[in-house]
């Protein structure tokens, strides 16, 4: 059900952005999830064709979806790393312990092809 309030959420953004922009019809919408983020990207798919059926200008679009790797930040060094493994040891750079993951947007609309 998350994954439904996500889809009407992105719909929202997505008819806003047509409605702005004159866009007669969307033929793809390019999504960045973050990888620590609880989305299904069939899901979101599932209820984004579910809730357009009967909307032309969103309805044929295809969704591609992108994971973006995992983001962290020494408070020792003050690096920014990606890191591809949810566990870690500690920083890549100086190996403190103290690290933050950054809280980004769990899905992000990152592109908007006409």
């Known amino acids: 059900m998350h994954e439904y309030s996500i ?4 719909l929202n953004i997505l008819n806003k952005v047509a409605k702005e922009n004159k866009i007669k019809k969307i033929k793809k919408v390019n999504f960045e999830i973050s990888s620590i983020a609880h989305i299904e990207p069939d899901s979101v798919e599932f ?3 579910f809730l357009t059926k009967d909307n032309n200008i969103l309805k044929s679009a295809k969704l591609k979806f992108k994971k973006k790797k995992i983001q962290i ?3 020792d060094c003050k690096e920014i790393s990606d890191i591809e493994d ?3 040891s500690g920083c890549p750079k100086c190996s403190g312990r103290n690290i933050k993951f950054i809280n980004d947007d769990e899905i992000k609309i990152i ?3 006409k």
């Open 73 to 75: 930040k020494c408070e």
């Open 7 to 10: 889809t009407c959420s992105i």
């Open 47 to 49: 209820y984004y064709r």
């Open 86 to 88: 949810f566990f870690i």
């Open 111 to 113: 592109s908007v092809e």
